[in-house]
């Protein structure tokens, strides 16, 4: 017999960024941060797991390839899942799957991601998540979501926030043993449906340098990062949750762009310097800048993770509509790029 189930979870884009941790391992960072979850059938990650008798060993497929389970990561998230596995009876399969059985049963797990791999698209928060999320309910572990997400915060900080929708913060906690360390849904995804986020595909190559790399090499060496984490971002949390709470379309972008411009900032202040951003990032930054300076209030935020890609939320669909011309005047697609992959989704469209 073979009993399988498939789940799948969007990808977050953090608007207070999450950059440095205080424990490696246990994944715990130095400072809160705040995401939106993009609506899930854009770019999202589809899981699907399955346990048989006849499965002699884990095994993981990401993107039809097949991929080594072996890391830490992995190994802890399904560590953490099957010591909270329940009885599942299937009566019609007629499959009962004891407590104890679980021990010795083995897992497939078939990963896609429908965007692309590691480009600084959120592809590991997305594809933990789903992770987590579709062994648990394979396995029938009864945890709720924070629970959850302390789970997948162990797999990929940026993880624990995509287990929810809307607007998420990702609570740094107090505690050693990072159970305090959990995502919490600050306002559902209806909360604020005017808003459109477009993503403008700079470049969908690998990263150069992975976000767990940079982030450890910035803690290691840049005088700022701990100051931004101590001084700076407790208030930038605090003005976000408000700006969210009240729709203040103007606070909101000018927290976002601001807390991305100083993310990037810590990436140059490391030794050796990170350079996430390229040229045409900059440009997409100034033709923002210049129009919201010229409409007199911000009409679109953007960010930008650890990758070229700009996150550009309008404040409307009217706007995006204007930002979608505006782009395509002024960053003409590759001919060899589809219009799909280069402006791709939103949240709410
Ligand atoms: C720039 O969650 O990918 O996207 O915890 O080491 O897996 P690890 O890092 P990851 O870092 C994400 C960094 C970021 C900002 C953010 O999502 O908050």
């Known amino acids: 017999w073979i009993l399988m189930t498939t789940a799948q979870t969007p990808t977050n ?3 207070i960024k999450y950059w440095g941790k205080r424990d490696e391992s246990l994944i715990l960072p130095i400072n809160d941060s705040i995401s939106v979850t993009l609506d899930p059938d854009h770019l999202c990650t589809t899981t699907t797991v399955a346990v048989s008798p006849s499965f002699d060993r884990d095994r993981m ?5 097949e991929i080594s389970l072996s890391s830490d990561r992995y190994q802890r998230c399904l560590r953490e899942i099957r010591s909270r596995a329940n009885e599942v009876e299937d ?16 897992v497939h797990i078939d990963s896609y991601n429908n965007f692309p791999t590691a480009a600084g698209l959120a592809s590991s928060a997305a594809g933990l998540a789903c992770f987590v999320f579709a062994l648990a309910r394979l396995m029938n572990v009864k945890e709720d979501l924070g629970k959850l997400s302390a789970i997948a915060r162990q797999g990929s900080g940026s993880a624990c926030r995509s287990l929810y929708g809307g607007f998420v913060k990702w609570n740094m906690g107090k505690n050693d043993d990072g159970s305090d360390s959990i995502a919490v849904q600050l306002a559902d995804e209806k909360h604020w449906d005017d808003l459109v986020i477009v993503i403008a595909v700079v470049s969908s190559q690998q990263k150069e340098t992975s976000s767990t790399a940079g982030m450890r090499e910035c803690v290691e060496t840049s005088k700022l990062i701990q100051y931004r984490a ?46 996430y951003m390229n040229d045409t990032s900059h440009r997409i930054i100034g033709c923002i800048e210049k129009w919201n300076r010229a409409e007199g209030s911000p009409q679109v935020a953007y960010t930008f993770d650890a990758g070229p890609n700009a996150v550009l939320i309008a404040r409307n669909r009217k706007v995006a509509a204007l930002l979608l011309q505006r782009l395509l005047f002024h960053f003409p697609p590759h001919p060899d790029t589809d219009l799909d992959s280069y402006v791709t989704g939103d949240k709410s469209i």
């Open 13 to 15: 884009i953090a608007v």
């Open 230 to 275: 101590k001084e700076v971002v407790p208030k930038q949390v605090a003005d976000m949750e408000a700006a969210i709470k009240y729709h203040d379309f103007p606070s909101f972008a000018r927290l976002a762009c601001s807390d991305s411009n100083q993310f990037h900032a810590l990436c140059l202040d490391t030794s050796p310097p990170i350079f």
């Open 61 to 65: 497929w990401l993107n039809k390839k």
């Open 91 to 106: 009566e019609k399969k007629g499959i009962k799957i004891t407590k104890k059985d679980w021990e010795n049963l083995h």
